[in-house]
Structure formats: structure tokens, C-alpha cells
């Protein structure tokens, strides 16, 4: 069952089996570091590498990346993604905090409900949290 309540069989099928659900964290590629630094590659794509690192062994976690997320002023910045749920948008993250994000996917997948945790949740995903959106079957006229 996917998060607002309608059957997804592609959810389904993967929850049937591992008992989660997929979860696609979107990293910026083009955030630069604290120090706003134009250095090549970018700390975004650092902190990329380091997600797809620390997602390596999961079955149910992909790790993409887009050129910019728009939230510049939060530095290092990424996007956790669950078909039919709450997505959610961190900043203020470091090269270094790809376990994190997975951590929090993991988490994610897990959820019963379409919302990631708040215990358990590292706090760097505490503290970075900038927007939890709704799916858009949970919007009203």
C-alpha cells in the first residue's frame, strides 16, 4: 500500500519482498561548499558520490542528482523522494553526509505512514529539514 492509502503494484511488489519501499534521494550536484567555492568537482557532487557509497548494498535506495535544487542560501542540499508521499528537502549538509541521507531513506522506505521519523533520524536531517511536501493526491481544492 502506498503512503495515502491507493495500491501501487510496483510498492507493493518491492515491500512484499524486502518489506520497504523504494526511495530515490535527489542530491544537487552543483551545491558549492561552506565557503562557496567554485572548486571542481563540486562539494555537491562529493556529497553525491558519498550517498551513492553508502547506498551501494541497499536494494531499495537510488541515488540521483540534478544541477540545482534552489536552495542556495542552505548550501549542500538533497531530496528524499517515496512514490504517493511526503517529500522531503534537507540543507545544510556536508560532503561527508551521504550515511545520513541514506539512513534517513532507509528509514523512509520503512514508514508506514509516508513520513520519515522524527527518532532515529540523524541530526543533521533534524536540523536540515527545509520542506516536507505533500503528494499531490493529499492536496485539497
Not at 112 to 122: A, N
Amino acid at each position: 500500500m502506498d503512503c495515502n492509502g491507493s495500491f501501487l503494484a510496483e510498492t507493493e511488489s518491492v515491500a512484499a519482498d524486502v518489506g520497504t519501499a523504494p526511495v530515490t534521494i535527489v542530491v544537487c550536484s552543483s551545491c558549492r561548499d561552506e565557503n562557496g567555492s567554485d572548486a571542481h568537482p563540486r562539494a555537491g557532487a562529493l556529497l553525491a558520490e558519498a550517498t551513492r557509497a553508502a547506498a551501494r548494498d541497499s536494494g531499495t535506495i537510488e541515488v540521483r542528482t540534478v544541477e540545482c535544487l534552489g536552495n542556495c542560501k542552505r548550501r549542500l542540499s538533497a531530496a528524499l523522494l517515496r512514490d504517493g508521499c511526503w517529500s522531503y528537502v534537507f540543507g545544510d549538509l556536508t560532503a561527508e553526509s551521504g550515511s545520513d541521507l541514506v539512513t534517513g531513506a532507509e528509514l523512509f522506505a520503512t514508514s508506514q505512514d509516508g513520513l520519515i521519523p522524527w527518532r532515529g533520524r540523524p541530526d543533521s536531517l533534524k536540523r536540515g529539514l527545509v520542506a516536507r511536501i505533500p503528494p499531490l493526491a493529499m492536496l485539497k481544492e
